[in-house]
């Protein structure tokens, strides 16, 4: 049996008509965009961190390190998601890998998943981006909220 990588692609040739409105171009042609399942995720319990095993078995449809977004196939149009995951890459790139993941899992930790303060960043900005056509500058908005 051959196991061939998942292709990767830029977002951008994704060809979101939304997107643009809300992300540089610069950020959109170097975030990069991987359609697999499962998704690889980071093994945390087997790293000694025990707490971690309920998000480790959470069923997630994306997930993103550093400038590379992980999604299921079944996500690959929906705009919506590429835009929670396109926060992310905003909060690695503001943050830097090293204290992303401290924030991350210190979020983790302290709040869950859900209200972790890097994922309701996320939550809420795709949630105005759903519900509303208001266009709002998403790098600011990020680079405010982790007070940078
Ligand atoms: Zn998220």
Known sequence: MT???PATQTVASR????L???FTEKTLASARVVFVDPLPMPPLSSMGLARFAEFERGNFDGITYIDTIFLKPTQSNNENMHFHELVHVIQWRLLGPDRFL????NGL???GYRQSPLE????DAESA????TAIFNVEK???EKLSL
């Open 20 to 22: 643009p409105l809300y």
């Open 129 to 132: 981006f759903a519900s509303s």
């Open 109 to 111: 930790e302290c709040f």
């Open 141 to 143: 908005m990020v680079a």
């Open 15 to 18: 060809g979101f008509s939304r």
């Open 102 to 105: 401290l924030s991350y899992a």
């Open 120 to 123: 309701a960043m996320a939550y």
């Open 3 to 5: 196991a061939s990588a």
